[in-house]
Every structure is written in structure tokens, then in C-alpha cells.
Nanobody, 126 residues
Framework: QVQLVESGGGLVQAGGSLRLSCAASARTISTYARAWFRQAPGKEREFVAHSNWNGGNTYYAESVIGRFTISRDNAKNTVYLQMDSLKPEDTAVYYC???????????????????WGQGTQVTVSS
């Protein structure tokens, strides 16, 4: 069973930066695709960023392009989300996810992922 644990969330002013981390319990996860989603109060969970197993292919939600960067360190079984130029609308609980699929039909689809973390709160003040 793979466990994912997020960290790095907190309170930051608009324009600031945070780096989220998601550590995994199993070494096999180095071959899994990884992603970040977020859920704001009263809204559905939405896709933020995706990385294939080696970081060679990444995808981002349009709202975060140019501000957020997903990366991974497979030696540490960890994926990161560097968030710069944060905006109040980025306020949400951020979740990391992992997929065992060799080929994903839609990396932006929550249903494509097999494992989820508990989430970490990010609050951006104006």
C-alpha cells in the first residue's frame, strides 16, 4: 500500500512563494506518474500539475502556467510543487496523487490516479 504525505503548506501574502512536498512510502512509486490537485472551499477538486515518471513530460492547469513548477526526486520518492507569484485565488487544500498506469488517457482526470495524500492547506492573503 502506497502512502502519500504532503507538507509545506501555510499562510503567505499575495505575490509570495511556497514549495509543497509529497513524500511516498514505497520505492516503486518512482515509476508512477505524479500530480497535484487542489480544492477550494465550496468548489470541486481541480487539476493543477502532472509529471510523468521521470519528469520528462509535465502538464499544468492554465491558471498556474508560468507560476507553478512540478518536479520530482525519485531517489527520495518525493514530488514537489514550487508555487510562485501566489494569488488569493490559489487558496485551497492541495493534494498529491500517484498513478500506476503506464499510459494515462487523461492526466488531468482525478479518476486516473490510484493513491492520494491527505492534503495540505495553502492560504494566500491579499
Amino acid at each position: 500500500q502506497v502512502q502519500l504525505v504532503e507538507s509545506g503548506g501555510g499562510l503567505v501574502q499575495a505575490g509570495g512563494s511556497l514549495r509543497l512536498s509529497c513524500a511516498a512510502s514505497a520505492r516503486t512509486i518512482s515509476t508512477y506518474a505524479r500530480a497535484w490537485f487542489r480544492q477550494a472551499p465550496g468548489k470541486e477538486r481541480e487539476f493543477v500539475a502532472h509529471s510523468n515518471w521521470n519528469g520528462g513530460n509535465t502538464y499544468y492547469a492554465e491558471s498556474v502556467i508560468g507560476r507553478f513548477t512540478i518536479s520530482r526526486d525519485n531517489a527520495k520518492n518525493t514530488v514537489y510543487l514550487q508555487m510562485d507569484s501566489l494569488k488569493p485565488e490559489d487558496t485551497a487544500v492541495y493534494y498529491c496523487a500517484a498513478s500506476r498506469a503506464i499510459t494515462m488517457r487523461s492526466p488531468r482526470n482525478m479518476g486516473e490516479y490510484d493513491y492520494w495524500g491527505q492534503g495540505t492547506q495553502v492560504t494566500v492573503s491579499s
